[in-house]
Each structure stands twice: as structure tokens, then as C-alpha cells.
């Protein structure tokens, strides 16, 4: 049998200057979005499914997801997607300045609600948001989750070993983590 020529995987990262040019140039709930999905590098349906109960201080314990605008409660990719997610350090300021602003919304609400108070649809806020920004930037590599996940485990290479991006990354298998996510440094290769 002679194989059919296929593409190779693109698996682009975004180079870190450019990470910080998106943050800055977005209004702070956007910032905020962005800098959940990039620091903690979490799944789209994971951050517009997260409630305020879901913080718990340190980090997100995961309640449920969001699938086409729908709250699925209890409901995670797979069972090691339940495990909670660490937020880093510099994200705390954000979130409590995030909860202040949110100051009347019950435990059960939404922390990043439309303006209808339902579930954002990721594609939605990725074609209204965060893609306009970085086309205005000049940023090519195309923004979405998967590239700020990806991004992540890149970027933590050296901060930890690679039990430690696969625990955050809440993979199952660190095959996953190391031949999907992770992607070599060409400055660290050399």
C-alpha cells in the first residue's frame, strides 16, 4: 500500500514578546481571559465554565465546561481534567481586581458571563476579541487555545520537569504533554 502524502502538523507556539504585546493591548476582562488560557493553560469550555466557586485562592477547581453555549456542570474533558489548576502568582492581583469588580455576583455565576449573562462561545470571543488585537499587532502565528496551551508547556520547559507541565496541562498520558504540546527551543537546542 503506498501512503497518501499528508502535511505536516503545524504546531506554531507564540514567541514570548509577542504573549506580552496581546496582554497589554487588551481591555482587562479580555487580558484576563487571555492570561487564564496562556498562564494556566487551560481548555476554552474550562474558562467559560468557570464560576466563582470554582476559585479556590491558589487555584481553579474544575465544576464543569461549557460546549456550544450550554453550562455542562460536573462535566470535564477526561477524568484527569477534574484536577485543580494552579494560578500562578501574577494572576491573583488580577482575579481578586476581577472579583471586586464583581463584587454582587454569586458563587454559582459565571466569572466570564456574556452580556447576556450566559456562556461565551470561545470561537466568538476569539474572532471578536483577541484576533482583531493580534492582527493589529502583526502577530501570523494564529491565536487560539490550542497555541496558548501549546505555548505553555514550551515555555515551561526548564521551570520544571516534565511531570509537572503534564500535571498542569491535566493530561493523562505525558506522551501527550511532550510530543503534542511541548515543541524544542531552538535557543536551548543549541
Known amino acids: ?19 506580552r504585546e496581546l ?10 481571559i487571555l492570561m487564564v488560557a496562556a498562564f494556566c493553560a ?8 468557570l464560576r466563582w466557586s470554582s476559585w479556590r485562592g491558589g487555584y481553579f477547581q474544575i465544576e464543569g465546561t461549557v460546549w456550544r453555549c450550554m453550562l455542562r456542570p460536573g462535566k470535564a474533558k477526561t477524568k484527569q481534567s477534574k484536577a485543580p489548576v494552579t494560578i500562578p502568582d501574577v494572576l ?4 481578586q481586581n476581577w ?12 466569572i466570564f458571563p456574556s452580556e447576556a449573562g450566559t456562556p461565551m462561545r470561545h470561537d466568538n470571543w476569539l474572532r471578536r476579541r483577541l484576533k482583531p488585537v493580534a ?15 501549546r505555548t505553555f508547556a514550551t515555555n515551561a520547559q526548564g521551570h520544571g520537569n516534565p511531570k509537572d507541565v503534564q500535571a498542569h496541562l491535566r493530561h493523562t498520558d505525558i506522551s501527550t504533554t511532550l510530543n503534542e504540546y511541548t515543541q524544542s527551543i531552538p535557543e536551548s537546542v543549541r
Not at 42 to 49: D, H, L, S
Not at 99 to 110: H, K, Q, T, Y
Open 1 to 19: 500500500l503506498a501512503n497518501p502524502e499528508t502535511r505536516e502538523p503545524d504546531k506554531q507556539v507564540l514567541p514570548k514578546e509577542q504573549v
Open 23 to 32: 496582554i497589554d493591548s487588551l481591555a482587562f476582562r479580555d487580558r484576563l
Open 42 to 49: 487551560m481548555r476554552p469550555g474550562e474558562i467559560f465554565g
Open 92 to 95: 491573583t492581583p488580577a482575579l
Open 99 to 110: 472579583r471586586d469588580c464583581n463584587a454582587s455576583a454569586g458563587s454559582d455565576e459565571l
Open 135 to 149: 492582527k493589529a499587532a502583526g502577530i501570523t502565528v494564529p491565536v487560539n487555545f490550542r497555541v496558548l496551551r
